[in-house]
């Protein structure tokens, strides 16, 4: 069974930093892209970054540019994101979703929530 | 990147049909067979209902079509079923080699 499970959500103030984390278990992690795709409260889904099998190809939204990374460990069947000068505007569930061949989002975790507020 | 156009809201009786429409541009949903829906129900994870415009995954229901036709990608629900209220996105590839969502739909079952 595929099982991607989010982690390292919370509360932040803005300006600051947080990392978030997703263990990916019961398929190849190493065969695919991979992604993250955040949705605000009571907002749409919004594609945020993702990654290329090896990590050769990297792609961000225009609204994170800069400011966040996207990065994987095969070895380790992982995903993550390093979040750094976090805004109000970043606040949302943040998802980690498989990417097959850049074509569409198959599997998805369940989401962990990022709050930036002082 | 902007977003794909999907409409608000749209709804139905239960057994009826119904078509959502997800309107792009050329460098996405009309250059790429990568066009994908999501149905999302309340606090779930989105899932995966079509890929590559019109592919049905394993475990979801005939009932569930996509089409394109130019830059107008579109999910159809026929027979429709209490079940199948949720919110529906669509989601292309683009020619950036990036990924956009359309809005959203909520679909309600009358």
């Known amino acids: 069974e595929v099982q991607l499970v989010e982690s390292g959500g919370g509360l932040v103030k803005p300006g600051g930093s947080l990392r978030l984390s997703c263990a990916a278990s019961?398929?190849?992690?190493?065969?695919?892209?991979m992604s993250w795709v955040r949705q605000a409260p009571g907002k749409g889904l919004e594609w945020v970054s993702s990654?290329?099998?090896?990590?050769?190809?990297?792609y961000y939204a225009d609204s994170v540019k800069g400011r966040f990374t996207i990065s994987r460990d095969n070895a380790k069947n992982s995903l993550f994101l390093q979040m750094n000068s976090l805004r109000a505007e970043d606040t949302a569930v943040y998802y980690c979703?498989?990417?097959?061949?850049?074509?569409?989002?198959?599997?998805w975790g369940q989401g962990t929530l990022v709050t930036v507020s002082s | 990147q902007s977003a794909l156009t999907q409409p608000a809201s749209v709804s139905g009786s239960p057994g009826q049909s119904i078509t959502i429409s997800c309107i792009g541009t050329?460098?996405?949903?009309?250059?790429?067979?990568?066009v994908s829906w999501y149905q999302q129900l309340p606090d779930k994870a989105p899932r995966l209902m079509i890929y590559?415009?019109?592919n049905r995954p394993s475990g979801v229901s005939s009932r569930f079509s996509g089409s394109r036709s130019g830059n107008t990608a579109s999910l159809t629900i026929s027979g429709l079923q209490a079940e199948d209220e949720a919110d529906y996105y669509c989601?292309?590839?683009?020619?950036?080699?990036?990924?956009?969502f359309g809005g959203g739909t909520k679909l309600t079952v009358l």
């Open positions: 979703a498989s990417l097959p061949l850049d074509r569409y989002f198959d599997f």
């Open positions: 019961g398929f190849t992690f190493s065969s695919y892209s």
């Open positions: 990654i290329t099998t090896n990590g050769a190809y990297i």
């Open positions: 050329s460098s996405d949903v009309g250059g790429y067979n990568y």
């Open positions: 590559d415009v019109s």
């Open positions: 989601s292309s590839y683009t020619s950036r080699s990036t990924q956009v």
